[in-house]
């Protein structure tokens, strides 16, 4: 076989940047996804209704409408990569918070939502960010793909 027939190797679209947003936003999903399970399951535990593990869900769900249009703003005009840290960071100090809570015993269900309510916050920062990421991370011809 000759050089000008030998196959070529398929292109990569994924570099080293986008292999590690891509880890960053599945561990990121992860973990603001299940803590949404797990704190179900603590509105529940600490004397809660249905009612209650819907009120803290909406609690998580309103401030992500609300500020998702603003995060794309945030994203737009500050490095995207401090506001995915900045998120991130948020998120992990609600979550703390929200299980020395539970694990301290009898959390209100005002704390609880709050708490939720700042992870939807922080969800609605690090989101657009990390799309915005996502495209300056490949080249054009391969952004459809990844």
């Known amino acids: 076989m000759t050089a000008a027939s030998a196959p070529t190797p398929p292109a990569r679209h994924s570099g080293r940047n986008y292999r590690l947003l891509t880890t960053a936003a599945i561990i990121t999903g992860l973990g603001t996804h299940g803590a949404l399970i797990a704190a179900a399951f603590a509105v529940l ?64 269900l005002w704390q609880m939502m709050l708490l939720t309510a700042l992870c939807g916050t922080g969800q609605a920062l690090f989101n657009p960010a990390a799309e915005g990421m996502l495209m300056s991370s490949v080249s054009r011809e391969h952004a459809s793909r990844a």
Not at 47 to 58: I, N, S, W
Not at 68 to 73: E, P
């Open 45 to 108: 535990e600490s004397g809660g209704d249905g009612g209650d593990v819907g009120l803290v869900a909406a609690s998580r769900a309103a401030p992500l409408v609300l500020f998702l249009l603003i995060g794309g703003a945030v994203a737009d005009r500050l490095p995207r990569h401090r506001v995915m840290v900045a998120a991130n960071a948020l998120n992990c100090v609600s979550q703390a918070a929200f299980a020395w809570l539970v694990l301290a015993g009898d959390p209100k």
